[in-house]
């Protein structure tokens, strides 16, 4: 087991703390699981209060020893109702509480709790300091990238004509978690579920689903309408294998393209562009030009290169982004989209995937997870980027 | 792909009226995806709005032509902004919305554009309406015990020392999938994640996390607390497996006790009593009886079979509840539980798991998942029920 270290926990509290000071916030709870995770190192039940000043708090339902294990924050209190919460912090008048993410009905619970505490929304802050990540976390997500590369060299071993997406999306999931992938990638939303298993082959990568995707897949039924189906592989389509991988709770996103026997010209084209289109942005990122703008660069090369109708989909499922930032979550700031007016910074990780659909054919493209770092990137999954054809 | 019937749609919005007549509602918004699946049949991105009177209007957001293809509602409509919705559902004075899911943010903001509409929360009518299981429901839950079955089947093939707790799962969870799993269980709650892969063995199976449960296993790393480990599986441990299976969205939970070369009494016996709590519960059960009593029976049997320390949990670890209800939700009312002051009815479904917990020995247990009918239930996992020892 790896447990965050203490000073890695003391940098981001005192930042969070920066940002809370700008915010007039007198302290900040958080409840969703993945941001307190992120500020105490534990993932049990738990609800943790970081003050403006003093020692954070983390309040344990349970398991209290877990979370002592896990967590290098001092303060630990036994948590047996709210109540425990309101008898410890005080007396705050305007504090943080994850507005984006817990339900109504919870927040006025806690509201009533507090009385006449203003509650603000603090989750923009925590989003925030989680876009640039630390070299713990970097080397979390190495290791995943690296999972990733054995995952991927592991296909054409596997792959064979007549099986079906979903039988060789649990064989890869399988061998995955056996090097140490936890199986489970992670959203902020109660709507939107990310699944590893996503294999689309031939016109399955045309499907357009509820995700926010240029692609979704047919997936197994109503109930499961997104990623790899019960569709049987077949000779000469092109197979987009978008595998996610989480270790200690840090992703990577990954995309390569694969063939049976021999991948179609065109989509073997549309794949060099994609991978220029990766890139020319990247390259473009460095000069420090804002992510929209980013955006709207690969949307012109695309159409100068003669894919316009197939980038990000086709209408009227074109999406407007090429990457989004990666951590704890699967999604997450920065995204290189319309409207994002900022410049990628040192520390950031993203995504970048940009894809070509075409109705009806089917899919290509590819996916990295990079790493911005100074006046260079680092593409941390490294798995060999041809296409790959088996026989 | 099995679609849900028109009929079983109109069944359910129907009773859905009237539980929204009695609560005064002029219309209830549905957006969490289960229970907008549940009244219109498909997950789509979507926003559901059914009135008191009048046809149900599902806003669509993306992908239409599915939409159309797996719901058999009529009045379906593009859905470009929340002001779509608010453009077609006439003046309805307090309308339904689910405070128990729809985070504070969204719902404030939905509370804008409707004005001075007031909102209540929707959800416990749809809960409550969720609880009995329709014969088109119980089908598709039989279908995913037959695939539980045959996954449980395979656990002798492939068990074998030395294979770590998470090799094992992967390799069941890969083939469930060839038999139609989707891989993923389904809670109310952004908080607890429910996994498929619950293999603990020996000691793994006496560690408590952050799930209320009796027992949560080690998991792979602080940031997946539960489930199985990276624990290599040895000779002569209890091993135990609890792997839920969801088909077409409906979930079966069930667990059966292994072990390699021998099982070491103290288990084999707790297993036995926890096998006699289990089927004199559900005989109690038919006789009418409230959940809460039934829950109190269950202690008792256990506490004069010599138990009492162990059985769902021990001190300070012990749960409150003997059986969940199941369906498109692993865990949903009824719950056979302290204070649940409900009698079963034909119609439920429950997971039962009367479970034995020895601190830093392991676990055993036996659960199901159960139909109550008319003066009778019937267990829809029927995989043998003996402990299963392989050389």
């Known amino acids: 087991m790896i447990y965050t270290p203490k000073e ?80 410890h912090i005080g007396n705050p008048r305007r504090v943080g509480f994850q507005l984006d993410v817990m339900p109504y009905n919870f927040v006025m619970r806690f ?80 709507i939107f579920e990310a699944y590893t298993w996503h294999i689309l082959s031939g016109k399955t990568g045309s499907i357009v689903s509820q995700m926010n995707s240029p692609l979704g897949g047919l997936g197994m039924s109503p109930a499961f309408p997104v990623g790899a189906s019960r569709k049987k592989i077949r000779r000469g389509e092109p197979i987009m294998i978008d595998f996610g991988i989480c270790y200690h709770g840090y992703q990577v996103d990954e995309t390569r393209m694969f063939a049976i026997g021999h991948m179609p010209e065109r989509f073997a084209d549309a794949y060099e562009a994609c991978r220029e289109i990766h890139y020319r942005v990247l390259d473009k990122a460095l000069e420090g030009v804002s992510c929209s703008e980013l955006f709207q660069y690969s949307v012109e090369l695309a159409d100068r290169m003669g894919y316009g109708d197939y980038y990000l989909g086709y209408t009227p499922h074109k999406v407007n982004f090429l990457a989004h930032g990666i951590g704890i979550e699967i999604s997450e700031p920065p995204f290189i989209a319309a409207k994002m007016d900022y410049p990628l910074l040192e520390g950031m990780t993203l995504a970048i995937e940009p894809k070509m659909v075409f109705p009806r054919q089917g899919a290509c493209g590819i996916e990295n997870t990079v790493l911005i770092e100074k006046d260079r990137y680092r593409v941390l999954t490294r798995m060999d980027e041809k296409i790959i054809v088996v026989d």
């Not at 900040?28 to 993932?43: E, N, P, Q, R, V």
């Open 8 to 87: 890695e926990i003391i940098n981001r509290t005192d930042k969070l703390r920066t940002l809370m000071g700008r915010a007039s916030l007198d302290g900040a709870f958080f409840h969703y699981k993945i941001d307190y995770f992120y500020l105490s190192g534990t993932m049990q039940d738990a609800f943790l209060y970081v003050p403006l000043n003093g020692e954070p708090k983390l309040f344990v339902r349970r398991e209290m020893r877990r979370a002592r294990r896990e967590s290098p924050l001092s303060d630990l209190i036994p948590l047996r109702s709210l109540e425990t919460v309101k008898a």
């Open 111 to 190: 509201q009533k709790l507090l009385g006449d505490v203003e509650l603000v929304d603090v989750s923009p802050l925590i989003i925030d300091l989680r876009k640039i990540k630390s070299p713990f976390e970097v080397g979390l997500m190495d290791k995943a990238a690296a999972i990733a590369g054995k995952v991927y060299e592991k296909i054409p071993e596997v792959l064979r004509e007549g099986m079906t997406e979903i039988e060789l999306g649990g064989i890869l999931e399988a061998y995955a978690k056996t090097l140490g992938h936890e199986g489970l990638l992670r959203t902020r939303s109660l």
